[in-house]
């Protein structure tokens, strides 16, 4: 399918990607995260077509793009057609005002990376067919709908924090959520003179067919465990050390490790937005490293890009800390460091980096910023 040159759309949509500060796996889990929006981003440029049913989709990135009627919606074997479909599957469950439209998409987000393309993907096509049909749904409706189509047309079983950093994030903030209730609180980030840093390894993941459902699985048979003596736990949430320290001798030693990193990450995120708070970037550096440290040895859901470049920045004083941040198995990581140094320390990893991988290293400093907009 090529598109239509002359498309001059009604409405054009930004859908930011996003990064974790702290708190990873935690959100299936029910319990905290710390992630924002960044600038990076994909645009939406949508057009109604005014006939019932059919609409045009067209990827600039990959020139290419697919047709398909919203009446014989069904998943497709080409992966990303499926973030796309699986949101128009959850709109039509809940709306019957959809009708045809086209639409162009242009990601200046890398894919895989571990900054979420996906949601960004999800929330910025319900967010624009929101807006062009007045659909009348609320940003949480967009939240959970994304959410919903990744598990059921993509099939990462994934939690809330993609998708809801995308959407609900604000300018020069991080977002404290609360998994299980879903409240937030939107805490002002001022880390200067420090910046932060992303190392792209360029090692990508596929969550859908990697170790993520997997970790998700092995959470719950944590949880069934603790339940047999505290049937209060109903999630890792609420499980302490002490709890499980009284298990341990019913759980084989990969479920032990999965659940006492969750449950020490729930820790770190408490303790991380104190810090940030309070603005002690010294104890938020360390929490980041401690994080890594079980990413990488108990939760395992790191990689030798990755370990690699967090123990590389270790030797930099002017970096306080770093971690990978994302799903997993390569993407990015994050790094907080002083402003005067950035330069320094970006040629001095890519170097090594690439010495150790033959991969040259993609480095860029990331702002909080304001989650899915139309654009004027
Ligand atoms: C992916 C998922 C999120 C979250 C992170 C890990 O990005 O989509 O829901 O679980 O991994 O923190």
């Known amino acids: 399918m090529s598109f239509p040159e002359n498309f001059t759309p009604e409405l054009v949509v930004e859908s930011p990607g996003r990064i974790n500060l702290i708190g990873e796996h935690t959100d299936y889990n029910l319990g905290y995260v710390v992630p924002t929006a960044i600038e990076k981003k994909i645009t939406f440029k949508f057009k109604r077509n005014h006939t019932d049913k059919e ?56 894919m895989g990376s571990g900054l979420s393309s996906s949601a960004a993907l999800e929330c910025g096509l319900a967010f624009g067919l929101n807006e062009l049909f007045d659909l009348g749904l609320s940003k949480m409706d967009i939240v959970l709908l994304s959410q919903k189509a990744e598990h059921t047309f993509v099939g990462t079983q994934c939690g809330i924090m993609d998708q809801f950093a995308s959407v609900m994030s604000e300018k020069g903030h991080v977002i404290l959520l609360d998994c299980q209730s879903l409240e937030h609180q939107q805490i002002p980030i001022q880390i200067d003179p420090y910046k932060m840093i992303m190392l792209n390894t360029k090692v990508s993941h596929n969550l859908a067919s990697s170790e993520y459902n997997t970790r998700k699985r092995e959470c719950e048979e944590g949880v069934a465990i603790l339940q047999g003596h505290y049937p209060e736990v109903t999630s ?8 499980l320290e009284v298990c341990k001798s019913e759980m084989s030693a990969t479920i032990f490790k999965r659940c006492s990193f969750i449950i020490n990450e729930n820790d770190r995120v408490l303790k991380t937005a104190n810090a940030l708070k309070s603005n002690d970037l010294n104890l938020f550096g360390a929490l980041l490293y401690e994080a890594h440290e079980g990413i990488s040895k108990l939760y395992e859901v790191s990689c030798p890009e990755s370990d690699f470049l967090v123990d590389f920045s270790k030797q930099y004083d002017a970096v306080l800390g770093a971690r990978q941040t994302g799903g997993g198995f390569g993407g990015c990581t994050l790094n ?29 400093e990331v702002k909080p910023s304001a989650g899915t907009y139309i654009q004027n």
């Not at 949430?237 to 709890?243: D, K, L, P, Q, V």
């Not at 690439?354 to 993609?362: M, Q, Y």
């Open 55 to 110: 609409c045009n989709l067209y990827s600039l990135g990959y020139n290419t793009g697919f047709t398909f009627q919203l009446d014989k919606i069904a998943k497709s074997n080409v992966e990303w057609e499926n973030y796309i479909l699986g949101v128009l599957n959850e709109i039509l469950l809940r709306t019957d005002k959809l009708r045809g439209f086209d639409c162009t998409i242009e990601s200046k987000l890398p």
């Open 236 to 243: 890792l949430r609420n499980a302490n050390n002490e709890m």
């Open 336 to 364: 907080i460091v002083h402003k005067d140094k950035v330069d320094d320390f970006v040629e001095a990893a890519s170097k090594a980096y690439k010495a150790a991988f033959n991969i040259e290293l993609d480095a860029f």
